[in-house]
């Protein structure tokens, strides 16, 4: 187990369930894992034939938590959108989430140890992409026998995974739902990511990626985590939420803390300020920033035209029906990108849905304004 | 003369004229300058009745060199603007445009030198409001006789000072042109204001506000410019301009030395992040840390509100008429904001034009699309 695992089991590691991936694991763009595992919890049950699995990939920073379970009663990151009779319904469904290959919850990414070295991979981790994500996903739900999903799922950086599902498993999925995703990150969604990463690499902390775990880049880590708070939501949500209001009780502790570490009078004044080192501190205290780095930059790099003409590729991808939702408000992974997506799924001749939901809260709306994705989740899923 | 005004005598200091503070010049929140001066540059002729001068404020990191004079033969930060016939007509104009009070381009700020105890003022400058910046620039115009202006003219942080002089000085000026302002800055910009400054303060070179000028915090400068950068543009305009192409000949020197500083694979490798790269390099050779964070924070602070009800606080300002141009792109300074500003300054009772433009460069339009922004100028001055 790598040592993000260590750290999980005390908590939530006994929670999780391991698949092991093939040995070894060749990744996308050169290099391979000897080995690996990929952390996952589930609920409903598996039917017979197998046939009703749906298979959620998560954004950058969950975990595979996305609902409660019995080993794990904490709520979950996606809590009232999967259960008996949600809009991912379990008596229905058997719904699988993985945690990222690359990620520290479970699945083997930098912070895992290196069988050749006994010591954690940091940059030693071959190149990461989106592809290799969407592989290994496939691989955990292989590993129970699964050998074409119901459907494949997944907002923000799921919603890019499951595009590079369609090209990468043909006939591993029959349906498909992707949320608030790009087939191709946008130059302004580079440049933000790029100074996320700057923010980590720039503290010494870092050593090139060689810090000891639990020792790493926290400072870095923390203005990368308020920077993508900053764009996962929006500035007309805020407006209404936070206006100019001045430190909360609920974001006092947070804002001493920052104040401790800037004794200048430029620590946190306003309610806005507080909500940031709070959401921050929550972060760095679970992430790994190798694991950070590893994820963003293949956010990056993912283009569904690498593998062909997006329409071709699509056309091969064996889909009966696609749900492609974006949000007006999301300014990270504008609505434009989904649009796109949705327009090459259609013209490959797969039937598919386009939900432009008003949301307020940005690239963040499905973790919030639930009720209006509920009801296009729920009424694709329904339909298929 | 200060640190930043000795290193600018070698080049453009010497084009350059100083107007002397009242001392001791009180600032808005409580503590004052013993003594201070604002730096300036002026195109056009003063006319004997003092009758034809246009103030102009800046946004936060340009200095006053806004058009090219016999004295600095550089084009300047609006050059097209100003100039005989231009929108900023000098055949009729005596056009001044000062260094904010706090800036490091010849105005007494932070890196200046605290006659109190011979070494820069650094974080012992006292609380810098905008209010500070409307009052400085005004006395500044005093200097030369100047007791109404004909106009205030102000872009992004300009167009919040002209709102401060608006309320600061009463009939201290006949007309107004607020580019892209607000009357109170919103949670949105303030939290990505407070990340830019977080990543000052993080960066060990920082010491607190006590490095040696020149030994400043360049690594956490270079995240602050590169996230201003981002939030000065939109996806919309970077979209078309950069895609997603590669390193250009142009931005490949700087991409080589951020690589040089992070050699881990993690440096850039697309288009935009060259150019992101091209600006912070820039900005980080001719920026005063410490003058960043108190500009930064007193845009945060401001608010018109903080002097009275807005709309009787410009009912008393002596103004007879004004323009307000808001871009729809601009996501730093929504237009929802400009749009405020000008609904309180027509139920002030003053002549109000608003120009809501589609222009897609953000909050920088002003710079970069200026057919639009001409047209709207010209036509305001002229009617004035």
Known sequence: LNVAVQELTASAGEALSFAELPRPFKLWRGGELPSG?????????????????ILLFTGLSPNSHAASTARNPEEGWWERMIGPGRAIDTDRFFVMCVNSLGSCFGSTGPASINPATGTAWQLDF??????DLARAGFEAARTLGIETLHAVVGPSLGGMV???????????????????????????????????????????????????????????MRIARKLGTITYRGAAEWRVRFARSGLTPRSERAARQAASRYPSGFGPRFAVEGYLEAQA???????????????????????????????????RSGLKSALVIGVESDFLFAIEEQAEAAQHLQ?????????????????DAFLVDL??????????????
Do not use: K
């Not at 071959?126 to 592809?131: A, D, Q």
């Not at 790009?182 to 990463?197: E, K, M, N, P, T």
């Open 162 to 220: 499951v595009l590079a599902f369609a090209a990468c498993v043909p006939n591993g999925a029959r349906h498909l739902v992707s949320i608030s995703g790009s087939g191709a990150a946008s130059a302004f969604a580079i440049a933000l990511r790029s100074v996320q990463r700057e923010a980590v690499m720039a503290d010494a902390a870092w050593q090139a990626g060689r810090y000891t775990p639990g020792e790493g880049p926290q400072g870095g």
């Open 281 to 315: 501190e929550r972060f760095v205290r679970v992430f790994d920033p190798n694991c950070y780095l590893y994820l963003s930059r293949a956010m990056d790099c993912f283009d569904l035209g690498a593998h062909g003409d997006p329409v071709h590729v699509l056309a």
């Open 126 to 131: 071959p190149e990461l992409s989106v592809e």
């Open 347 to 363: 013209q490959a001749g797969i039937p598919t849905q386009f939900a432009r939901l008003p949301s307020i809260e940005g690239h």
């Open 37 to 53: 595992v990929i952390a996952y919890e589930s609920w409903g049950t598996l039917n017979a034939e197998r046939s009703n699995a």
């Open 371 to 384: 009720p209006r994705f509920d009801a296009r989740i729920r009424g694709f899923l329904a339909s298929t």
